[in-house]
């Protein structure tokens, strides 16, 4: 089983960026998909959350209207797009599937000017 998130990087505030979280090893289509997040000296927390088949998603108070999950099973991979970005969205952003207990390496996310 393995996820592996890539789209990180350095972005000025009010910015945007697009994760991809690439899983394989498992039936992808058959399992909600979670993104998490977990800044500096912080705990880890749930950013957002997607259904098997993307049509429920549900989303931490602190990125609403900002951020957007989804998904294409076609291709295995679940996507969190992120807009109006702010300096307290800095953290590393994980992939998890909650079925298998799994998470990936994790993607830097880095909103400074």
């Known amino acids: 089983l393995q996820l592996v998130e890539s789209g990180g990087g350095l972005v000025q505030p009010g910015g945007s960026l697009r994760l991809s979280c690439a899983a394989s090893?498992?039936?992808?289509?058959?399992?909600?998909m979670r993104w998490y997040r977990q800044a500096p000296g912080k705990g880890r927390e749930l950013v957002a959350g997607?259904?098997?088949?993307?049509?429920?998603?549900d989303y931490a108070d602190f990125v609403k209207g900002r951020f957007t999950i989804s998904r294409d099973n076609a291709k295995n991979t679940v996507y969190l797009q992120m807009n109006s970005l702010k300096p307290e969205d800095t953290a590393v952003y994980y992939c998890?599937?909650?079925?298998?207990?799994?998470w990936g390496q994790g993607t830097q996310v880095t909103v400074s000017s």
């Open positions: 998890y599937c909650p079925q298998w207990n799994y």
């Open positions: 090893g498992f039936t992808f289509s058959g399992n909600a």
């Open positions: 997607i259904t098997r088949d993307g049509g429920y998603t």
